[in-house]
């Protein structure tokens, strides 16, 4: 644009600049179109026609007003001090909105006082609109001034002022925050007389707030309370979900779950998805890690196999280490599960359920079945399956196998390799080799100290 005359930039395509980059927090771009703006062209045009022809032009308050928006996102009040100047500077006395966007500065970087102090400057000049005293419930919200954030608003009100939705919304959270939830449900008459917005974001929003401030009873009444007016939705029931869990109360997170779960026996039609909400990986993930920190190994094998069965699949970084606690608590389903989901989806196992099957059949006395799962499934890249992890695996697991286990495992495993070379094999036959040789010699030693203990007593 600014290497052409015909297309270089006037005051409207100045806005459209300074609004976009306003909105995306982009401060120093902002400073570098209004330093073109006030600079002459760096190229020389050919003017002879237009010999008065000067690109030159001031900020005015749009794009002043976008800098202030491009400080709200950036936390930056010098840049709201710097706005004022230049107003100050060109003549211009700052309006409401250019006051209200300062305050949005002030609130976003912390400085209450000056928040208040600009409030004081609009009501010299001006009478205070709806987004104005929305920055100011807002603030004395951020305060703890809950008192003082309703008498804010029926100020506005008995001066005649329509609040917005987005007022009586920060109100009502504000409420919330302070434990006041029957006050706040009140707020959502005036939000309904003023805009449209879906019911079902407004109770989500007070729940929110509500659980923001450890008060779980006060969000499973809002929760309760808004099924009489709209149906929660999957983002609500998740954020009840957490809250319950995160205050301790699994039984009533259980109860939501399954509610989600029974949902989608009534579902026949597209149409009921509208009105009946079913659970999703996150409700999923949030209810087995629950069970994992609870070591509820029954409930965590139920829901794990609901995942299944919705359609959802095994992460190894999520379910992995659950799967394998799981085993050592005794509940050996979840990770027969586990493989027989893969082999369905054909999925390589992770090495680590690999080595744990092993384990799994050779304490059944299957020792065929156990070096199938090397032969079929070990990658020789993973160090999962070298000499020493065999070995740690041995040492962890040994008590799990009969006592002739190991022999037979270095003999089968013998002959698989006189077939076919496998290294994943070859390390599982010289760690058994080498624990043998290592039981045996603990052995000996301490019988030699027992024969020792008797030899001197007699």
């Known amino acids: 644009m600014l ?23 982009h401060i120093k771009e902002l400073f570098d179109v ?3 703006m006030r600079s002459p062209p760096k190229k020389k045009f050919k003017t002879e026609f237009l010999e008065k022809w000067d690109p030159r032009l001031e900020p005015d308050v749009i794009v002043y007003n976008s800098v202030l928006n491009a400080c709200v996102r950036r936390e930056k009040w010098e840049g709201a001090f710097w706005v004022l100047q230049q107003l100050g500077q060109q003549g211009q006395h700052p309006s409401s909105t250019t006051y209200g966007l300062v305050m949005e500065v002030m609130l976003a970087c912390g400085k209450y006082n000056l928040v208040h102090d600009f409030f004081k400057k609009v009501q010299k000049s001006y009478i205070p609109n709806a987004l104005i005293y929305k920055v100011l419930v807002n603030t004395l919200w951020k305060e703890g001034k809950t008192n003082e954030a309703i008498m804010a608003v029926e100020e506005m009100e008995n001066r005649g002022i329509v609040g917005n939705a987005g007022l009586y919304y920060d109100l009502a959270r504000c409420l919330c925050s302070a434990g006041r939830c029957h006050e706040a449900l009140k707020q959502i008459d005036k939000m309904c007389k003023v805009a449209n917005k879906p019911l079902v974001v407004t109770y989500t929003g007070l729940i929110q707030a509500c659980l923001e401030s450890c008060d779980i009873e006060s969000g499973a009444y809002i929760f309760n309370h808004m099924k009489k007016f709209c149906s929660p939705n999957l983002v609500t029931c998740n954020i009840m979900l957490k809250g319950f869990l995160d205050n301790g109360m699994f039984e009533e997170a259980k109860h939501l779950f399954i509610m989600l ?28 890690d629950a069970c994992a920190i609870e070591k509820k190994w ?4 139920f829901v794990y196999e609901q995942m299944l069965r919705y359609g959802h699949h095994f992460n190894g970084k999520r379910h992995l280490r659950m799967i394998l606690d799981a085993r050592r608590a005794g509940k050996e389903e979840l990770l027969e599960m586990t493989w027989k989901h893969l082999v369905e989806t054909g999925r390589d196992p992770p090495p680590l359920i690999v080595t744990e099957m092993f384990c799994v059949r050779l304490e059944q006395g299957d020792c065929a079945a156990a070096l ?16 020493k992890s065999w070995s740690k695996v041995l040492v962890e697991n040994a008590h799990r196998f009969e006592e002739h286990a190991l022999d037979e495992v270095v003999r ?8 076919n070379e496998n290294l994943a094999v070859r390390h599982l036959i010289e760690s058994c080799k080498e624990f043998q040789r290592a039981k045996r010699s603990s052995t000996e030693v301490e019988v030699g100290r027992i024969f020792q203990t008797e030899a001197a007593l007699v």
């Open 298 to 301: 029954e409930d965590l094998e």
């Open 261 to 288: 779960l029974e949902n989608s026996n009534s579902i026949k039609h597209e149409e009921d998805y509208k009105v009946k909400v079913i659970p999703d990986i996150y409700s999923f993930n949030t209810m087995l």
């Open 412 to 419: 089968e495993g013998n002959i698989l390799l006189a077939g």
């Open 3 to 25: 290497d052409q005359m015909a297309s270089y930039p006037d005051m409207v395509a100045y806005h459209c600049i300074a609004v976009t980059l306003g909105q995306a927090g």
């Open 372 to 387: 199938s799962y090397l032969v079929n499934f070990a990658y020789v890249e993973s160090q999962v399956f070298s000499r």
């Open 34 to 36: 209004i330093d073109i």
